[in-house]
């Protein structure tokens, strides 16, 4: 029999090895991809690729020193914004949310406390935040969402910009920086010369309704462009991806050292210093 | 009999007005309150208070110029992270999707396409996010969701900033600006003498997992304080808060400015400007 | 700071004052409206409008006296029996219990443990009857269902009548008593003039199969009238909705008095008199 | 191979048989029962037993004359309020509402169109009255509900009074009527010599909050009574039994004459007088 | 009043004599049929009236001496292959799923341990088999399942063959047996004359993809045939419906033999020799 | 750009080439695999991993010929039978139906019609055979269940037996094959040291209740042993595994030749002889 590698991933360590390795102290971490149209120069499993790649990497580079355990990831996820287009597959939100549940009360078994979400594909981002809340809730679990980049359209920065901004902050779906990614993980799987700039420019002109604006607005992929894309892939590079992975991995690396000192509750981040108000009746 | 005044309330009409005056260019704007605890010196329905004062002050400022038209407010929401504190009502996030489900339906009924959630309370962002491509999808209605204040806890940039950042970035709950709002709303339900300040200087402190931050997190507030505040009362006054709901309510009417152009689909924000890649092979 | 208002309203009070507040003897009144077609001379909200008029009077005569807590209104309910005219607002009924079940949840961590539904809307009626049961099965809460007036298609006496029975039982809808009471509270609401009477005569001439008959039946009001009315508003007046309305707070009063009386369980209404049968074998 | 009996029973037909046997003119007719606690003299299938004699008979004697067809009996049904006892056998109201909903989809595949719950036990009352209606909705059917007698919990007047009231209002389960029926239909399952009188005289005695007052409330069966029984069935004799049973075959065979011609629609019960208002404004 | 017939079913029971009567060793029997359109020659009767006449026969010969105890039928069951057939009657998946739970929750009261399942109808064994799992992990229950005959599309083996294979091992459904055994029962409902030879012989051809084989695939019976008959009819005679019975009750007696000894646990089925590894690193 | 190595993954598609590619003719294959404790010598990815393998191989035996697509495995199924176990993911049975319909609707948009799940966790057979129904009634897909192995409990014959019968028919979780399997395909994960026999002796003796038995019964792995197997793995090796292995391989092609040629419907498997009963009367 040959020795076992170092194993980070939960799923091949045998159950009497799970109570010690799992402990208190490690952080669960899951992988959520989606498989979805990604425009005619992108392969469907673009979020899933990513998001395999920069866990694959994060605990790798990490693992040990931060008790990271990587789960299997969860492929499948929430796409309809992409049900139009054959190839997608997609979980209704009730459904991706019984799963979440069920994966939250399986996981509240282990001694482990901390859960982390690293969410490939940004349809999936609100549902995500809301099972953060619920399996506190119901599993006591520590739960944490993050992003290989905060998407736009959830209203967080947009990632690093190196080289401009010819997406006008709609670089979304399929853009620049995923097909740059996905030329550095798997550029077999890319066709640039199919790509089209797709950037929805009266969108990006609003200043409210718009990704990353202060409303929030319902869409789908068909409603936003003819080949389902958003944004400009045209100038991806495969350094620009390894230089976003790279980023991705960092960040979420320091992301994790906070999450492993984390606590809530009363030895936790409960304000310690209360004022009386000055202007009390 | 007298005469009726002229109403922006949807639930005001006779039957069958409604076609004619609810048309196709219309507004819906929904209000989403909460009843929940707020520290020891606000009212529960401190989010239902703000919500509703400023959808009124919307319709009425903007009503007739954007065709804006007032729903019932659901009073009721999304406020489990208060679960633990006796006088919250709230509901799991299935039924809240049921029901957004089910206006959703009956709103398709009518010939407006707009539906625009003004949202009091920031716990129910992430799910009201997720409604929106849901209610998109089903019903074919256009769905915006916008805040009167964009919450740090779901990655948007604080309130404007009038004098000072006291409460670290962490005034999401009973803090500083919705104190002030209710002093400048009711100030008979405020009992500022009981403010205190309960600022999460740890959170805070964090570079990634903090409101705001690119990390989310699930949390309730008893995690988070003693008393169930998050965020620094005790400077608040109603003249800050007459700022503040004047600031919303303008900023408001200009997004529904925006929404009132809206559009999705072919005729609407499709991109129209598409260039071959260079780097095709 | 202003003094508050001595408040009846749950929602208007701050977190700490809340336990001592609505202690055990306390009933929390929950009006029930809805928000549908009620012909061309009603508005879409007159159940609404009267089940909140009610509780409120009813709370301002008798809140002190008997304990009474008012909470926010649900605004809209069971309405799928206009679901096909454009305005109606309606929630199916899994989703009306759901939310009946989560209310239920939340109102049991408060002391009191009487919850009253004022149910203005008749086609709630059965549901709400369910949901009695539900609750108190599944939150201990001691649970009452009372209406404005008791509506035939219950099974229940009509309302004391005043003047006749011209709608033949049928009034059930939009009808002469309806019509009254939003006289009464909005007549800027209402547009007489277009009142038309709407009995379903044959219906009514049935032993069986009719409102308030021995046999339930499964209606539309699609299936009943051409203009969504049941009943015959013609003779409304002001005057008799005013009449209506305070014989419907006496009712509720004195029926709140029985609630604050009401007990159930060992110590409660069990029989105490029990006879051995003369007849046994 | 012997003849078929003449059969009213749906499931006893051969499949290329019921196009032509079940016409749109055909009402079908559901006994409703339950197995649940009956107290310490009757069986656990009381209302299942009365329900099955009840429509047996029914259809026996007018089935041909009113082309009604018997589906297999709902044996089990909303028994929670008699949850405690052990032996009582209940569908949750969602699962009920769930089976309800699928015999409604699958009944409206047949020509006929008319569907009738024969309900044995008082707690279906208002959850089939849901039903009704959903299922009116939902599949298009007509719907109706009847009972062997109008349950005085379900605000019926009560069943003809033979001989004194002794019960106060209150025989609703396991008391006389239901006694006697069973004396009549089976005796060998009653134990007569444990039947003792329960009568909640402190509930009887309300206006408001009582069986068959214009407050509904929840109870279970517990909470009434030290054995389950509701009533007094010391005094029940089959005779008295067999004169209930044959009232009420004739009550239910007076009904479904009615139901038989009852319509809804255009062509059906909508009002054909409308006048005018003539104080509209 | 008369002596009752000693009883087997747990409906016939008084609530007080049902906890020692219905002890620990007492094993429950619930008869599963289904009301689904059997060919041109059976009636829609068919699973329920062999499920039914299995489980009296069966408790009539063994249910003294096996503490067996008879549940009313479930006669609705899983029949959506055969829901294109008007009078087909069927409960979906989950819907079927929440009745079996409510049961086991209602029957987990009891102080019976075991729950069998006598299943007449074959499109419902997979279902039976998933709430076995559940009913075990949720209410403690002992579960079984077991068929008058093991049904060849579940992978069991045939019924016992008396005289060829005529119908390729694809007698499934209205087919020889069951055409025999109703036959036996109710001949007055076959019409033999109408029995056509319906054999899928392509399907019957594989190796893999046929009823028995290796691969389950999905399949509704308008799929396979044009009349909804899978099997060959035409040679049943009720003599081999009396044998198939006897046969039956006969095995369904000795599994209960087993049924009754059967214990999960550490006083129960764990095994108890372990050996070490001889070949372990 | 690198070429793409040529692909059998629909995930690794780019969306304008997946109706051309997974056209009518096509069989979409779905790895069902468990993440669940497999005793002290294998990893809890067991069942993943052998149902990856099984695929893979399959697809790239016979993937071209055939016209198979590999779908993403799905990892986490139905496992409740060892919930009580740290480790064990598992999603409950209406969880997993409604990812599994979610995916049915999601793939009939493709010109594919045709969907097997290969399953390599005993535990889901059951459930899958429902899915298998539903998704054919559904979306109209034809689907199909096969395993590497038909598994005893699922009454299917044991797998090819190589060297005897030690397991008394009762190695169905962590035995010899499983245990052979993971050997041949991840011998670092296996720890053979640990393995010991857990064969449930006094359940093999059963005739009836026993795995592959003709009467099903719920059971978790608690119930069956002190350490989660069931079976004998202790005389595993893993040239075992490789044969086994490669019979599967093998005999699931065989079954997609029967599966690409299969039809239902009206040119599909319908019964062509037609015989008329000679006995009708």
Sequence with gaps: VSE??????????????????????????????????????????????????????????????????????????????????????????TTLLA?????????????????????????????L?????????????LTFLAHPFVPPDQGGAPPPDLDGDGELGCGIHAGLDETSMVLALRPDLVDLGAARRAVPEALAANRHVRFGGPVTFGWTSQDLGLDGVIGDPTGA?????????????????????EIARFELGHAGLASTTEHTSPTGD
């Design 129 to 141: 935040a809301v099972a953060c809340r619920e399996l506190r809730l119901a599993h006591g679990l």
């Design 4 to 93: 076992r590698r170092r194993t980070r991933r939960l799923a091949e360590l045998r159950a009497p090895e799970i109570v010690d390795a799992v402990g208190p102290g490690a952080t669960l971490v899951l992988p959520v991809g989606a498989v979805e149209q990604h425009g005619p120069h992108l392969p469907l499993a673009t979020d899933l690729l990513i998001a395999d790649a920069v866990c694959d990497q994060l605990v790798a580079a990490r693992g040990d020193e931060l008790d990271l355990w990587l789960l299997p990831p969860l492929a499948v996820s929430r796409s309809n914004e992409h049900a139009w287009a054959p190839g997608t597959l997609w979980l209704g939100p």
């Design 237 to 257: 590079t495969a350094a620009r991806g390894t230089t976003l992975l790279a980023l991705a991995v960092a960040a979420l690396g320091a992301a994790c050292e």
């Design 99 to 127: 799963v979440l549940d069920d994966l939250g009360r399986s996981l509240a078994r282990l001694p482990a406390r901390r859960l982390l979400f690293v969410n490939g594909h940004g349809g999936n981002s609100a549902l």
